[in-house]
């Protein structure tokens, strides 16, 4: 089964689908509001995300508070930040890199 890429305006969505109707359906599921901007289907079936890019350094042990925000937010990267911000009292800067080093391990 092919991976594809589905870029709507909040998300970057990695999907296996059969072809490409089938993974903008699961956009359409997971973000019934926001319609699909871009589908590519990726040429392997791996995909990788440079920490560096996202400016995460170090270890990045899953967690599970972390998790559960991005959960609960439905995979929206600044209300999951909110979130992680309220139930542990984390700052900006260290809630935001708690959200995406969770989003970049396949939460």
Avoid at 12 to 40: C, F, G, K, M, N
Avoid at 77 to 90: E, F, N
Avoid at 94 to 103: F, L, P, Q, T
């Amino acid at each position: 089964m092919p991976l594809f890429e589905v870029e709507t305006a909040s998300h970057i969505i990695i999907t296996w689908a059969d072809d490409e109707s089938a993974a903008t359906e699961v956009v359409h599921q997971s973000y019934p509001q926001e319609p699909p901007l871009r589908v590519t289907r990726r040429p392997r079936d791996t995909w990788v995300i440079s920490k560096s890019a996202l400016g995460i350094s170090g270890p990045t042990d899953p967690c599970a508070t972390a998790r559960d925000c991005l959960a609960k937010a439905a995979g929206d990267k600044l209300h999951a930040i909110r979130l992680y911000m309220q139930k542990t009292g984390a700052d900006l800067e260290r809630s935001r890199k708690a959200i995406e080093s969770n989003m970049v391990m396949g939460w």
